[in-house]
Nanobody, 123 residues
């Protein structure tokens, strides 16, 4: 099993940047793909970006390509999400989630979740 804790959210203005972190406990972090999902008020949770267990493969949704970058440091059991050029529509609670090996865009395929971190982008 793995436990996940997100951090780094906050209130920023449009065009600003934030870096989210997802810190994991457990000795087997390196076998887990990690994804970031987000959920805005009144909307369903949606996949944002994911990184494979080795870090060799990443998957981005179109609405964050060129603005967000995911990376991982398996030695520190941490995944990072660098978010640049933030827009008001990026406002949401951001969750990291883990599943073995490969990224999936389907939230139900992730057995492990963090508690979420709020990102608010003002216009």
């Amino acid at each position: 099993q793995v436990q996940l804790v997100e951090s780094g959210g906050g209130l920023v203005q449009a065009g600003d940047s934030l870096r989210l972190s997802c810190a994991a406990s457990g000795r087997t972090f390196s076998i887990y793909a990690i994804a970031w999902f987000r959920q805005a008020p009144g909307k369903e949770r949606e996949f944002v970006v994911g990184i494979s267990s080795s870090g060799a493969s990443t998957t981005y949704t179109d609405f964050v390509k060129g603005r967000f970058t995911i990376s991982r440091d398996n030695a520190k059991n941490t995944v990072y999400l660098q978010m640049n050029s933030l827009k008001p529509e990026d406002t949401a609670v951001y969750y990291c989630a883990a599943r073995p090996w490969a990224v999936s865009g389907t939230s139900s395929e992730y057995p492990f979740w963090g508690q979420g971190t709020q990102v608010t982008v003002s216009s």
